[in-house]
């Protein structure tokens, strides 16, 4: 089983990319988050690997980040989710987005991935809320097995200071805030994620 793959990017196309490992390249399957951030060809890179082997074929995913590799392993031990879907998933949102989702019951959030339909974001919302929190990029759980996002930098920070100033519990905040992080962007100016996130907070 391949676990790693360190090697010149050769090529990047839709939804896969090719790794030339000492002459031999390998076609890689990634979320375009992940494709998105790699080097322009030809530069060098590690990936880490998740290998399926089918009877037809052998197909190797690449992440750059731990978070989102872990996340692909989780995703997938849901019934109705395979690789594809679940790299549709990473696509739509990151890990710290994906945990701000899933700790808010945020089923729209997860219908907007390619793939996933009302009923898969309800047995994804009911499978993985109870082990969000023991990933690696998931912030502190709260009693009754829900996780929230990790600390707030930045604009994010001041937002959720401005909420908990406001009367709003910091978990709660925090929550809301990652959610309009997640769904407006991180260069978002801090009135835009303070708005978002008191929508989260009275629905």
């Not at 360190?6 to 939804?15: Q, T």
């Not at 998740?50 to 989102?68: Q, W």
């Not at 991935?113 to 990029?137: H, Y």
């Amino acid at each position: 089983m391949i676990a790693r793959l360190s090697g010149l990017v050769a090529g990047i196309e839709a939804e896969r990319c090719v790794i030339d490992v000492g002459g031999v390249g390998y076609l890689v399957q990634a979320s375009t988050r992940t494709l998105a951030a790699l080097p322009t060809p030809p530069v060098r890179v590690t990936l880490l690997i998740e290998t399926t082997v089918r009877e037809d074929a052998i197909l190797l995913y690449g992440f750059l980040d731990p978070a989102e590799r872990d996340w692909f392993r989780l995703l997938t031990t849901v019934q109705g989710v395979g690789a594809k879907v679940a790299l549709a998933i990473l696509s739509t949102l990151a890990p710290n987005a994906l945990i701000a989702a899933i700790a808010g019951g945020d089923r729209a959030a997860l219908t907007r991935a390619p793939g996933v339909g009302a009923k898969l974001a309800i047995r994804l919302l009911t499978e993985l809320r109870e082990r969000a929190g023991a990933l690696p990029g998931a912030g502190v759980t709260l009693p009754g097995g829900q996780a929230v996002a990790p600390e707030l930098a930045g604009v994010g920070g001041d937002a959720l200071s401005a909420l908990v100033n406001l009367g709003y519990r910091r978990a709660e905040a925090q929550a809301a805030v990652a959610r309009a992080m997640a769904e407006i962007g991180e260069n978002a100016g801090l009135d835009q994620v303070i708005r978002a996130g008191l929508r989260h907070l009275v629905r």
